[in-house]
């Protein structure tokens, strides 16, 4: 089995600062890493992901995430952030390769303050 | 347009009375499944499906019923609601194990 820690429940940051929100995960076996973003009122939708390679990842609107296999962390970060970020942002995890579905973190709000 | 249904969108409902939330996908998908989503939990597997008649349970499935007929639907049923069954709930979908999950636009639910 697996599990997610989001470490921050609520992150405010000021427009044009720099952001990290933290995840954390342990699991028995190899994992795939996500980061899914969930604007007010709508569903979730996939940010960026993890599968194997490179362990730097990077989201088209300019967030990344570094997997971190020794410290089992997947935090994203994005150097400066807009208003339109404002968002709640989930982590998750399944194990590589299997059939089983994602386990979720329980989220971050992130409210970005003009 | 790929996506992912549900209805109905929101349900007010009351205890006992037997509900069935539809989510149906047009992409072809293997794999489905549906999540709850409550304050502070994040979200949570409800039932995944891999494929036509194959279902598991997931994290939380006490008190919900699937079923997988058809390749593209899989309806959530709730025999006899409670008030603890009051939640956000999102039907997602996915080609494979290795594949993006597509997530429906959630069905809001309380159940009185």
């Known amino acids: 089995a697996q599990s997610v820690t989001q470490l921050d429940s609520q992150v405010p940051v000021f427009e044009e600062a720099p952001v990290e929100l933290r995840c954390n995960y342990s699991s028995s076996v190899s994992v795939y890493l996500f980061w899914y973003v969930q604007y007010p009122n709508q569903g979730l939708q996939l940010l960026l992901k993890y599968l194997s390679g490179s362990t730097l990842v990077e989201s088209i609107n300019g967030f990344e995430a570094e997997f971190n296999k020794s410290q089992t962390s997947f935090h994203l970060r994005k150097p400066s952030v807009h208003i339109s970020d404002t968002a709640e942002y989930f982590c998750?995890?399944?194990?590589?390769?299997?059939?089983?579905?994602?386990?979720f973190g329980s989220g971050t709000q992130l409210t970005v303050l003009p | 347009e790929a996506q992912v249904t549900q209805n109905p969108r929101y349900l007010i409902t009351v205890t006992g009375k037997k509900l069935t939330v539809t989510c149906s996908q047009n992409?072809?998908?293997?794999?489905m499944s549906w999540y709850r989503q409550d304050p502070g939990l994040g979200l949570r597997q409800i039932y995944y499906?891999?494929?036509?008649?194959?279902?598991d349970k997931g994290d939380v499935p006490e008190g919900y019923k699937v079923s997988r007929k058809e390749k593209r639907n899989f309806p959530l049923i709730l025999e006899s609601p409670s008030p603890n069954q009051t939640s956000l709930y999102f039907c997602?979908?996915?080609?494979?194990?290795?594949?993006?999950?597509?997530f429906g636009p959630g069905t809001r639910l309380t159940v009185l």
């Open positions: 992409m072809n998908h293997e794999y």
């Open positions: 997602a979908s996915k080609l494979s194990s290795y594949n993006e999950q597509f």
């Open positions: 499906s891999m494929n036509v008649e194959v279902t």
């Open positions: 998750a995890v399944s194990p590589s390769g299997s059939a089983r579905q994602l386990t």
